[in-house]
């Protein structure tokens, strides 16, 4: 999904995976493509945030992916 991402022509990317994917407890799976900026002015401008949720049948899983724009 990354370099998918990336071949868009895209700087960087980040998608962060949560819920219970295995067992009971919940726990998160983060994938980074290269450096991402959380703060400042550039976070405002251009990084496109976007969050989805997925229910399943027992269970809810969050995506949330960060893409800086070329």
Known sequence: MLWFI?????????????GKLQGQRAKSMKS???LVVH?????????DPAACHVLLR?????????????
Do not use: F, G, W
């Open 6 to 18: 990336t071949e868009s022509r895209a700087k960087d990317c980040e998608v962060v995976v949560s």
């Open 58 to 70: 027992q269970i809810v899983l969050d995506i949330k992916m960060k893409i800086v724009l070329p």
């Open 39 to 47: 703060s400042e002015d550039p976070v405002n401008c251009d990084v």
């Open 32 to 34: 980074v493509d290269s």
